[in-house]
Each structure stands twice: as C-alpha cells, then as structure tokens.
C-alpha cells in the first residue's frame, strides 16, 4: 500500500525535527515533512554520499522508506538506529514491521521484546508478549479465502477499494496519467473510477467524469447507500475551490458526500466534523444505513487512526463521532471498516498481529458494539499491506486490495471467495524425560500424516512443549527427536474443533542397550523389498545416534524373511537387506568400518509358525537385529 497512506491511512505522520537544521538537511526535512517521502529519501540520500549520515539521518531513511513501503530498505536503516540509546519506541516498532513483513520472524520477535521494553504499556506489546509465536501459527493455518487478481481492471499503477452498487463497480486508481504526479510515490493522483459487471467479469473501467467529485486532487474510499442516493467519499481537504492546509502545512483528507440527482452525482458537502488540522475518511455504512463509520486522526484517539462511527438520521444528518472501544482501536493504525449484512466489522490493522503489514481482521457484532477482533487469516492476508476488505456474507464472495508479490500494478484489487471450511485442531505436544518427567528442549517435533508425509515440524522450547496445527478428525503420527535420547512416537487422531495436549516421553540413548544387543523398535520391510521405509529410518536414526555418542562401538547387522519365496531366494534377499541396512547407517557419518551386515533369510524365523503364519507373524519374521561386536 505504497502510495495510499497520505490518501487514505488518513495519518499526519509526526517526527521530531532537529532544531539544529543546517542547509544541507533543511531540503530533505522540508520535503519529509510534506510528506513527499520518495523525494525526501533521495534527498537524504545525498547527505549520505558527502559523509555527513548520522542517527537522524539514518532515521529519517528508515521512515520514509517505511512510509512508501519499501521495507527491505527501512530494515537496512532502523537497523543502525535501534541499537542506539534513548530509540523511540515507535522506531523500533516500525523496525519490527519491516523485519516481518521481510520474512525474518525471529528477528521480529527480537525487535517486539525490546519495543515491548521501551512501552510496556503499549496495548500492542502486552498482545505480542501474551503469544509470541503467534506468526508461526498463522502461517501453519489453511487459508479460509481465495483471492484472485482482477486483471481485467488493474494496471501497473495503484488499484485499490471496491464497492457494488447493481452492475456498477465503484474504485480508486491512479492511471490517469494526464494528471499530475504526487509526491509521496511519484505516481498520479488519485480518482474514483467505474467498471461494469459484464456476464459475471468486472471489466471496461471508466473514471467517473464528474467534476464535482473527482478533481485534480485524490479522491479516494466511497461507500453508498442501500438505496443508492448518496455516496460519501474522501478527498483532499479540497472544498469549492479552496485547498487548505494545517498550520503546519500539510493538507489533509476530508469526508464529502453527494446525492444522486437525475443520473449524477450532485451537490458535494463537506462533512461537519472535517478540519483543516486532522484527517477525516474511509466511509462504511451499516447495513440498515443508520451508522456511518469512518476512520480519523482526530484529537481524543488512541493511535495514529482509529476508527469512529457517527448516527445518520432519516434527514442524512450525521450526529457526533464517537470512537470505537479500545480492543478494537490500537496505537498503531485502524483503517478501511466494513460492515457486513449481519453487522459484522471487518478492517485493516498495524496494530492487531498480524502476517505483515496491514492485516484484515474480523470483529462479530455483539450488542451496540463488537466482540474481540480476529485476523482474517491467510489468503486475504499476506506479509504485505492487504485491506479495503468487502464481503458478502450471504454470497461468501468480495474484494481485497493488496500489494502483494505477483500483482499487475503497485496496489491490486483481488476478488475473494470463501473456501470450504477446513476442521483444524491445535496440537500442543510436551516432550520429557520418561524418568525424571523434566521437559527436554531443544528437541525436534515432527507431525506426519499415515501417508508418512511429513507435515511440520518444530522444535521445543525451554519447556518442552510445541505447538502444531493438524487437520481434524484425521489420524497422525508426532515423532520426537533429541540429542542422546531415544527417539520417540506416538499416534494421534485429531478430534474435532478442540485443543489436545499429548505428551512424548523419550528415554535416554544407552536404555537401547540390552545385553550384546542394539534394541530398536523392528526395523520391517515390505513383501520381496529390501529399501528402507521412513519408519524404519526413524528407528535406525537411533542406532545412529548411539553409535556417535560411543565412537569404539562396532555393529553387525542380521537381517531375516518370512519363509515365502523359495531358500535360496530368501538368503538372497536378506542379504540385500543387510546391506540397504548397513548402507543407510554409514550415508548418516557411521564409519563403514564400524559396521556390516550379513542374511540369513528364512533359517531364524522370529515366530515358528511355518505354513501357517498370518501377515503379521510374516512381517515379524521380515526384520533385522543388531549384535554389538565391540564396545
């Protein structure tokens, strides 16, 4: 979302400029504080080449790449800030976004626990310090949405919003390349186009060719009513020909309506709330038309915008704003509201944890208010900024707007559908000592299906546990694996829409020594094979890890066959299992010299049973042991 933040995060941002400004940092300061961050970056740019970058310097990078959304170069400068004394908080939060939206999760969760430091009170470190890990998990999730880029109506430049109204589909771009460029990303100016439902495809965009709304300024967010007589929107603080500014200079977004008058939009009104001194914008409406919500800097908030909601009487008068609880607003930034046919709230967040970016969140109606928010999940949400979030609940069908990897243009509108719901159980697997019962960290947790197809895999914490996600209703199999214990593994089946918690209990590698023998759980092949089957790598993996641990330990493997298949067919046979043994333990460091393998085909049946053996009492028969030679 690259170029929407002025337009439609709806944000002065605010930066402490040195009072100690030479000619050299004034130009670059003067356009930062314009906020024509790309120009403002170059600029910076520049003192860095005559060698007069400092910590300020660095920081002023770090934001305005932040700012354009350019986080692998906001990461490279916060980086030089952070380690710094007396760091503001919100540099090292915004530090942390890019690290995440970079894909370095662990990083992030370095530079989350030093914000958390700085502003414990924070309501966005107190969310990340109760659920650190809460990325990994999100990511473990199966995406509730499809999304799926609408070609037909996006370009190379910004595409963002989207509203139906019948076969009309109302949204904002920047395209109009007859416009001029703004400064902020060096694309044109925005302005709110219409395409047409066309046999199910939303094609043959159009800019609304009305002078009353769209003018040579942004234009942005709309949302119409039910009976589809009047629209707001938000533009730049530009009213009947006079474009104001803040007493710092900056032109804000301001909130405007228009009624539908004999096939056009008429009579643009400034709503009554705007000022010149904060920013007003993002319209939604409820489904009855009697709230309109909206998104705003103004004075009284929480964070850098929150999202507000206002009465609308019969008349279309607009009552007093009144701000959204603060589980829903942040100190980070509540954008883009939505409200759904059931009253439900939808909206973009920095501030709620998220993937990356901007994330989608849901909040179900509860009363006159709303219940706690939850991230949409992938699919709608990527590591990149994704919002503008419309749903049909009846039709489960909408729109995203994001600029994640693989679009047409910097921002894109995707048409979303929801999937099939897919039962998930959270699995929460303790692994500990079988003696002592303490938890073992560092051990590696892997989830498989019954297939052997391996589906995650984590390793514990300091207290033993990991946390996995497995679909329900499904069997699975959780191995655990640690240094100088045995290895371990249970079978589980996911119950539904539940948590379980399952413990591992691994014993330490010598109890695997029995006498003059390596004792391993049976190491079986399948009917006339001798390759080795994932189950019998895991417990060979044990005999490996023992033979490392006691370097002078030498092993001969004895492999054996049911008695199907003629004598000599079988010694043949064993013989190669033998050695598919041998050859699997020395492709893992053993020393060829340190073990070898002989078969004895059917002559040592484990079970008797001659002719009369059943298919287990066969698989029994087809397994190898494991003599200790020398120790």
Known sequence: MNKIYTILVLLVFSTTISTAQNKDTKKADDLYKRLQYTDAAEAYQKLLKKGKGDRYVFEQLGNSYFYINDTKKAETYYKRVVKGNNVKSETVYNYAQSLKANGKFSDYNTAMKQFAELAPNDSRAKEFMKNPNYVPKLMEKQPKFSATNMKDINTEYSEFGGIMVGNDFYFSSARNTTRRKYGWNEEPYLDIYVAENVGGTIKNAELLKNKEVNTKYHEGNMAITADGKRMYFDRNDYYRGKYDKSEEGV???????????????????????????????????????????????????????????????????????????????????????????????????????????????????????????????????????????????????????????????????????????????????????????????????????????????????????????????????????????????????????????????????????????????????????????????????????????????????????????????????????????????????????????????????????????????HQKNRRSEFIIVER
């Open 251 to 617: 032109n804000q977004i301001n909130l405007y309506y228009a009624d539908w008058v004999v096939g056009e939009w008429k009579d643009v009104q400034s709503v009554a709330f705007n000022s010149d001194e904060y920013s007003v914008g993002h319209p939604a409406l409820s489904p009855d038309g009697n709230t309109l919500y909206f998104v705003s800097d103004m004075p009284g908030g929480k964070g850098h915008s929150d999202i507000y909601k206002v009465s609308v009487s019969k008349e279309g008068i607009l009552g007093t704003p009144e701000r959204l609880g603060d589980h829903i607003n942040t100190e980070g930034k509540e954008v883009f509201p939505y409200i759904d046919s059931n009253g439900d709230l939808y909206f973009s967040s920095t501030g709620h944890m998220g993937l990356g970016g901007l994330d989608v969140f849901y909040a179900p109606a509860e009363g006159t208010g709303f219940g706690a928010p939850k991230n949409v999940g992938l699919g709608i949400n990527s590591s990149d900024d994704d919002f503008a979030f419309i749903y049909d609940s009846a039709t489960e069908e909408g729109f995203v707007s994001s600029n994640r990897a693989g679009g047409k243009g910097s921002d894109d509108i995707y048409t979303t559908k929801k999937l099939e719901p897919l039962c998930e159980v959270e699995l929460i697997v303790q692994v500990v000592n079988e003696y002592t019962k303490a938890p073992i960290a560092g051990a590696r947790v892997d989830l498989y299906d019954k297939l052997g197809n391996k589906l995650g895999t984590k390793t514990t914490g300091d207290d033993g546990n990991v946390t996995l996600i497995a679909e329900c209703e499904k069997e699975h199999e959780v191995q655990a694996v640690a240094t100088n214990f045995e290895s371990n593994a249970i079978d589980v089946e996911m119950a539904s829409d539940v948590t379980l918690n399952k413990t591992i209990s691994l014993r330490p590698i010598e109890d695997i020594i029995v006498d003059d023998k390596v004792v391993l759980n049976p190491i079986y092949f399948d009917l006339d094979k001798s390759n080795i089957k994932p189950k019998a790598a895991f417990e060979l993996d044990n005999l490996v890890a023992l033979m490392k641990k006691y370097p002078n330990m030498v092993i001969k493997v004895e492999s054996h066959t049911d008695i199907r298949a003629t004598p000599e067919y079988n010694m043949a046979l064993s013989n190669r299992r033998a050695q598919s043994t041998v050859q699997y333990v020395i492709s893992k460091g053993i020393d060829k010299a340190r073990i070898s393998g002989e078969g004895f085909g059917e002559s040592r049946p484990e079970v008797a049973c001659g002719s009369n053996c059943t298919e287990a009492q």
